[in-house]
């Protein structure tokens, strides 16, 4: 999966078990960053810049990949460090997720086989529209 940042400069990509952060303007030079040790679910893993670039989201598998719950990661953009893990609880591994940037909201997809559902985030404060 691929994802650019709000003002088109990064990029992105999100591997089996990793995330690359690339210069869109230099493709050819190869990842700025890389952060391993990030598995995911079946073949679907993702992440999303938040609305000011400053972050990224990243969904993540747990134990055993399907079937351990999981982790919703957030990382700085500019270098991928890690500033706090929220667990997503259950039995279903996070999937897909969306930061929409008007409502400062994250949608997360979770699924493991026959089941699924979203669980929408926010923050009473920094979100806008409630949930």
């Not at 994802?3 to 400069?9: A, E, M, T």
């Not at 990793?18 to 990030?38: I, N």
């Amino acid at each position: 999966r691929v994802r650019l940042s709000p003002d088109g400069r990064a990029m992105a990509v999100r591997r089996e078990e990793s995330l690359e952060l690339w210069d869109a303007r230099k493709l050819g030079s190869g990842p700025v960053a890389t952060r391993r040790g990030l598995p995911t679910a079946y073949d679907s893993g993702d992440c999303a810049f938040s609305p000011d670039g400053e972050l990224l989201a990243v969904a993540a598998a747990g134990e055993g990949n399907t079937g351990g719950g999981g982790v919703l990661r957030f990382l700085r953009a500019g270098n991928l460090e890690s500033i706090v893990g929220v667990p997503v609880e259950g039995s279903v591994a996070p999937t897909r997720l969306e930061w929409h940037a008007a409502l400062n909201q994250l949608a997360l997809g979770v699924g493991a086989r026959g089941t699924g559902g979203v669980r929408l985030l926010y923050d009473e404060e920094m979100s806008k529209g409630g949930a």
